[in-house]
């Protein structure tokens, strides 16, 4: 079983709509979970930390479920500028604070 | 700032040739790494180190090797390149007291 696994996609949705993507972790010691988000040919870029109260950052949402090890990420309203692969991203234990990343999920908003 | 600088950006070697991917860093971090990510792969962790001097091997260390010396700079050295090494390498740093890393432009390696 792949340590982080996601759906890779892609997901097609028309602008101003609503998706959500999901990730789970297969280490039960994980200690912190982040999306990315990588462009096209691009280096990835944090996109928002992952909680376990739930957290928002505009018209991104993320929620975790370390009972389930279950994480998720909602954009609404989505725009053209979102179409991007998202990470989804974990750290083990230790010092060095390694992150092990999902395959990512690709979403293309179209007009 | 230039935050995570890397070069080259593209190479094409042969196979069992040899080369350095430079990195380096200008915001003082301890922690640098290095990632490959092959096409529909997630990044796999190569080597990492903790701070000047010391290093660790990561997922994925066969065919690479690496040094830090300094803070700011985390070279990735190829011996005898495989076609298995295509891929895109990409080094990332982050600073203490926070788990964010901020990664490079990435270079582009081809082995043929």
């Known amino acids: 079983r792949k340590e982080v696994e996601q759906d890779p996609g892609p997901f097609n949705v028309p602008e101003g709509a609503t998706v959500a993507f999901n990730c789970t972790y297969s280490?039960?010691?994980?200690?912190?979970f982040f999306w990315y988000r990588q462009d096209c040919r691009k280096e990835p870029k944090l996109l928002m930390s992952?909680?376990?109260s739930g957290n928002e950052d505009g018209r991104f949402t993320a929620q975790l479920n370390r009972a389930s090890q279950y994480i998720s990420l909602l954009i609404r309203d989505s725009k053209l500028s979102d179409s991007a692969t998202y990470l989804c991203?974990?750290?083990?234990?230790?010092?060095?604070?390694?992150?092990?990343f999902g395959t990512g999920t690709r979403l293309q908003v179209t007009l | 700032n230039a935050g995570v600088t890397q070069t080259p950006k593209f190479r094409i070697l042969k196979i069992g040739q040899s080369m350095t991917l430079q990195c380096t860093q200008d915001?003082?971090?301890?922690?640098m790494y290095w990632y490959r990510q092959d096409p529909g792969m997630g990044l796999k962790l190569i080597y990492y180190?903790?701070?000047?001097?010391?290093?660790d091997k990561g997922e994925v260390p066969n065919g690479y090797n690496v040094s830090r010396s300094t803070t700011e700079d985390f070279p990735l050295r190829l011996e005898l390149a495989a076609p298995s090494q295509t891929s895109v390498y990409f080094c990332?740093?982050?600073?203490?007291?926070?788990?964010?890393?901020?990664f490079g432009p990435g270079t582009r390696l081809t082995v043929l």
């Open positions: 280490n039960s010691a994980s200690q912190s």
């Open positions: 180190s903790v701070g000047a001097g010391i290093t």
């Open positions: 991203v974990v750290t083990s234990t230790g010092t060095a604070s390694k992150l092990t």
């Open positions: 990332a740093s982050r600073g203490q007291g926070t788990h964010e890393q901020f």
């Open positions: 992952v909680y376990s």
């Open positions: 915001m003082n971090h301890n922690y």
